[in-house]
T-cell receptor, first 115, second 112 residues
Framework: GAGVSQSPSNKVTEKGKDVELRCDPI?????LYWYRQSLGQGLEFLIY????????KSGLPSDRFSAERTGGSVSTLTIQRTQQEDSAVYLC?????????????FGDGTRLSIL | GDSVTQMEGPVTLSEEACLTI???????????LFWYVQYPGEGLQLLLK?????DKGSNKGFEATYRKETTSFHLEKGSVQVSDSAVYFC???????????FGKGTRLHILP
C-alpha cells in the first residue's frame, strides 16, 4: 500500500546489542517523526525530521539513541548498547509538513524486546 | 511547555452507552487538535480533527468540538459499539513547529 512502512515489525535482541529500526514514509511527505510507546505509557516523542535535517532532537532519551534520514525519505533509528528499558513499540509517522494542521500518518510500529 | 491531558482509563461501558473522553490542552498559541485511535493489534490512525475554535470534528459517529474558552476537545459518541474498543489518544499540534503532542491515551472497553 501507500502508507508508512516500518521494519522489522518485531525485534528481539540481547541487552547490550545495537539495533536499527527503519521507517519508509509516504512518498512526498517531508516531515517524519519517531515516537516510542512503552507498556502502560502514552506516546513519547523522540525526534522529528523536516527533509533530512532534525530541528528537534529533544526527545531522544540518551546519547545511545540516534536517527538519520537520507534523501528526504527513509529514516533509521539506531539504539546502541540496548538496555531492558528500551523495550517498547517504536512508531514512525510522516506528514506533508508544509501546511498547517496536517495530521500525521502512522506506521504499524516496531515492537522491540530486549532480553 | 505545551501539554495534553486526557482522562485515564480504562473506561468500561456497555454497548449503546453514551461515551465522553475528556481532553484538555495547554498551548501558547492556537493549536490544531486531533483524536487518534489504536485498535487492538493495529497502528495509530486519525479519527478526527479540528483546526480552530468552535470547529467540530466528526467521524464514525464520534464528535469533538474545539473549545478555546475551556481549552478542551472532549471526544463523544452517543451510542458505542463493541467494535469501538480501542485506545484513544488526544493530540495537539502547534502550527509553527509541526511537533505533535499526545496525551497518554485512554483505553476503552465496550461490553456486549
Amino acid at each position: 500500500g501507500a502508507g508508512v512502512s516500518q521494519s522489522p515489525s518485531n525485534k528481539v535482541t540481547e541487552k547490550g546489542k545495537d539495533v536499527e529500526l527503519r521507517c519508509d514514509p509516504i512518498s512526498g511527505h517531508t516531515a517524519l517523526y519517531w515516537y516510542r510507546q512503552s507498556l502502560g505509557q502514552g506516546l513519547e516523542f523522540l525526534i522529528y525530521f523536516q527533509g533530512n535535517s532534525a530541528p528537534d532532537k529533544s526527545g531522544l532519551p540518551s546519547d545511545r539513541f540516534s536517527a538519520e534520514r537520507t534523501g528526504g525519505s527513509v529514516s533509521t533509528l539506531t539504539i546502541q548498547r540496548t538496555q531492558q528499558e528500551d523495550s517498547a513499540v517504536y512508531l514512525c509517522a510522516s506528514s506533508p509538513g508544509a501546511y498547517p494542521a496536517q495530521p500525521q500518518h502512522f506506521g504499524d510500529g516496531t515492537r522491540l524486546s530486549i532480553l | 511547555g505545551d501539554s495534553v491531558t486526557q482522562m485515564e482509563g480504562p473506561v468500561t461501558l456497555s454497548e449503546e452507552a453514551c461515551l465522553t473522553i475528556n481532553c484538555t490542552y495547554t498551548a501558547t498559541g492556537y493549536p490544531s487538535l486531533f483524536w487518534y485511535v489504536q485498535y487492538p493489534g493495529e497502528g495509530l490512525q486519525l479519527l478526527l480533527k479540528a483546526t480552530k475554535a468552535d470547529d467540530k470534528g466528526s467521524n464514525k459517529g464520534f464528535e469533538a468540538t474545539y473549545r478555546k474558552e475551556t481549552t478542551s476537545f472532549h471526544l463523544e459518541k452517543g451510542s458505542v459499539q463493541v467494535s469501538d474498543s480501542a485506545v484513544y489518544f488526544c493530540a495537539s499540534r502547534e502550527n509553527r513547529d509541526d511537533k505533535i503532542i499526545f496525551g497518554k491515551g485512554t483505553r476503552l472497553h465496550i461490553l456486549p
